[in-house]
């Protein structure tokens, strides 16, 4: 069937697999030095020009794994793949793979003398494709009458090119009694020949366990294509959702937004209604707090966070863990900076001069002091250098 009678079929296909006819594709086998992918790609048509009669810039060509120091390196005419990738495309396909027919044969692992042969008619020509290893494989395209004749010249061309090894032939099941005849007959004198009954099964099952795709080395096309048909309503969906998030964060935003303006106003209002002589307000809450304490200040009020008020707090706050401990360290230095008190402790009187039991004492001191500091609504940060303990005291109001 022509492939446009395909087209339902190939659109709704996963996936295209192409058996490449064995005589369309050229099997080699190259000694290929380590490169990485980029590099393998690009020095390809230079490895393999001596071997081919084609120009390599119209050829395109694909190396597959590595075995035994060599690749089997795939190559075939670009023009002709590109019309059939460009043929499928056209009628819907989604992922195009070509194989190389010669490589989807059963290869014979149990008997490694014989080889693995396949008949394929299109019209007065027979394709015959070779497998001679795991790794390689040949194709012959002979011209040949009816059944009979046929026969017997695929017979014969299959002993001219393989004279030594036994070939275990698969033709097609109407064609099986013509081959067999022709091997009755003695058209190969002192030549194993088995005929098999070909199906697909093999066929798929050796497709699957080929790596080696020639659309690969097209490079104009992606191997695997997204489908948006398939994603459309997937993608549509997240669109959908992407949409709602954002204009419920821009609203929320303007909500936010509107409420801080509001909040603004009210506080300069205020302020203003407070100092009306004030001309300059940048931070209304901070020049209040400014303003206030200030007031205080000329009212002879102390501010929590003054050095008076902290001070006078952290000696009570002493005095008490002192009446607890029994035992308190010597102050080094006291240092009021940014509306914080800085003690620095000497080590506790009577320790046996290590870092772990310096430690114990302070930590155990700065529980009882943290506790005594929290009733004048003040708290406590401890950090510990090579030489002394650091506790960093200010007000929490």
Request: charged residues 20%.
């Amino acid at each position: 069937m022509p492939l446009p009678g395909l087209s339902d079929t190939i659109a709704k296909a996963q996936r295209i697999v192409l058996l490449l006819a064995a005589a369309d594709v050229t099997l080699l086998r190259v000694k290929v030095p380590t490169l990485s992918a980029a590099r393998l790609k690009a020095a390809l048509p230079n490895l393999v020009e001596d071997q081919l009669i084609a120009d390599p810039s119209e050829c395109t060509v694909v190396a597959g794994s590595m075995k035994d120091g060599l690749r089997t390196v795939a190559v075939a005419q670009r023009a002709w793949l590109e019309a059939l990738d460009k043929t499928l495309t056209a009628l819907g396909a989604r992922q195009i793979s070509a194989l190389p027919a010669q490589l989807c044969l059963p290869y014979q692992v149990d008997q490694p003398g014989t080889i693995t042969a396949a008949v394929n008619r299109l019209g007065d020509t027979v394709d015959i494709a070779f497998r001679l290893s795991e790794h390689d494989g040949i194709g012959l395209a002979i011209s040949a009458g009816q059944n009979g004749s046929a026969a017997h010249e695929v017979i014969q061309a299959l002993c001219a090119v393989v004279p030594e090894a036994s070939i275990a032939l698969y033709v097609p099941q109407s064609e099986t009694s013509p081959f067999q005849e022709a091997v009755n007959e003695g058209s190969a004198p002192d030549k194993h020949i088995s005929i098999l009954t070909d199906s697909w099964s093999h066929w798929i099952s050796g497709a699957s366990g080929t790596t080696l795709d020639l659309i690969a080395g097209l490079g104009s096309r992606s191997v695997s294509k997204l489908e948006l048909r398939t994603w459309r309503w997937p993608l549509a969906l997240a669109a959908t959702v992407l949409f709602v998030n954002i204009a419920a964060l821009n609203i929320d935003w303007w909500r936010m937004k509107a409420e801080a303006s509001s909040l603004r106003a009210t506080t300069i209002k205020i302020y203003k209604s407070a100092f009306p002589k004030e001309t300059v307000i940048i931070d209304p809450v901070a020049q209040m707090q400014q303003k206030i304490a200030t007031a205080r200040n000329s009212a002879g009020l102390v501010a929590p966070d003054d050095f008076i008020a902290v001070m006078a707090a952290f000696s009570e706050a002493w005095a008490s863990a002192g009446t607890a401990s029994g035992k308190l360290p010597a102050i080094a230095a006291l240092e009021y900076h940014e509306r914080s008190l800085t003690v620095r402790l000497k080590p506790f009187p009577g320790s046996d001069g290590t870092r772990d039991a310096n430690s114990r004492d302070s930590e155990a001191l700065a529980q009882k002091m943290k506790a005594a500091l929290a009733e004048r609504n003040l708290s406590l940060e401890q950090t510990h250098s090579e030489s002394a303990t650091v506790w960093k005291i200010r007000s929490v109001k």
